[in-house]
């Protein structure tokens, strides 16, 4: 009843909503993650889940279930978190959560070097949305997560770096060609109404910078052309530069994009609050010494 993997089944089920998308995402087969459900139900002699539902919904028992397995999981990776701290950073494994474009443009090169400092060390990146990133904090599954502010208090967090907001525009745009030669900072000013009616990529509404691009058009009474909804800020870009039209960027993907030629960037005339990106772990929970130390990579240290 308490063996790691078939809580995890469980819990992967109960996240999912089919067996069928818990299995593929746990790289088992179907077959087998249900035998190993039906194993812990015949065991505690009531269901855990209502299959004439779907998505699945937990029956009283199974809320139960979930509950204590979350548990088990976070004090599991706290328990491998404090013995690995005892080993010097020699063995040990290290968890963050992070957007695909924070894992692209910020955590790349510190990886590398914590590789090359700390090499038993085995590094793992989740890349989530938002909201499941919360989620993962808050059932241990990642040491720490990269979240923007403002969170809520069931969170620690440390500092990181503060992301300024920019316009990028195609290099053959024609708002760019009498700005001349404008690679590099400081970047010239554009307000964000002169969208109007222009070739737009904006984020699709899950993400928080759709959220921005919503207020955005609000104060300036401006309605682009939207021509794609990207799921990343770097998808965004990187179609940006092909040529396809305006986007929203922050200077974390402007400075470490890999541009097959360079957007041109702007400084919006609108103001626009920056990002603070911190590093986030649950309230009273265990930092490892290996999170530790990656952190303080990522703040140059």
């Known amino acids: 009843m308490i063996d790691e993997h078939e809580w995890k089944y469980v819990l992967q089920a109960a996240s999912e909503g089919t067996f069928s998308a818990a299995a593929k995402r746990l790289f088992v ?3 087998s993650l249900s035998q190993s459900i039906k194993k812990i139900e015949g065991e505690i002699g009531l269901t855990l889940f209502d299959r004439s539902q779907t998505p699945l919904q937990l029956t009283a028992a199974g809320e139960i279930y979930v509950r204590k397995a979350r548990e088990l999981q976070r004090i599991y990776h706290e328990l491998l978190q404090e013995t690995a701290d005892l080993t010097g950073l020699k063995t040990g494994t290290l968890v963050i959560g992070s957007s695909r474009t924070r894992s692209s443009c910020y955590l790349t090169k510190p990886i ?8 038993g060390i085995r590094l793992i990146v989740k890349e989530h949305s938002v909201n499941e ?4 904090v808050a059932a241990g599954e990642v040491d720490f997560a990269l979240l923007y502010e403002p969170l809520e208090g069931a969170y ?5 770096l503060r992301e300024r907001t920019l316009l990028a525009l195609p290099a053959h745009h024609p708002f760019v060609q009498k700005y001349g030669n404008i690679d590099g900072e400081p970047y010239p000013t554009m307000s964000f109404a002169r969208m109007h009616g222009q070739p737009f990529i904006r984020l699709q509404e899950s993400r928080r910078m759709s959220q921005l691009y919503n207020n955005l058009c609000m104060e300036t009474q401006c309605s682009p052309d939207v021509v794609f909804e990207a799921n990343s800020i770097i998808d965004a ?3 940006c530069a092909a040529g396809m ?4 960027v922050t200077d974390m993907v402007v400075n470490n994009g890999r541009w097959s030629e360079q957007p041109r960037f702007f400084y919006l005339e609108e103001e626009v609050e920056d990002r603070q990106l911190v590093a986030a772990y649950g309230k009273n929970k265990h930092l490892s010494q290996a999170a530790r130390k990656f ?7």
């Open 237 to 239: 870009a990187e179609l």
């Open 112 to 119: 590398i070097e914590f590789h090359r400092r700390y090499p």
């Open 156 to 160: 620690e967090r440390i500092p990181l």
């Open 295 to 301: 952190i303080e990579l990522l703040q140059g240290e």
């Open 133 to 136: 990133l919360k989620m993962a």
């Open 29 to 31: 087969s179907q077959p």
């Open 245 to 248: 039209g305006a986007t929203l």
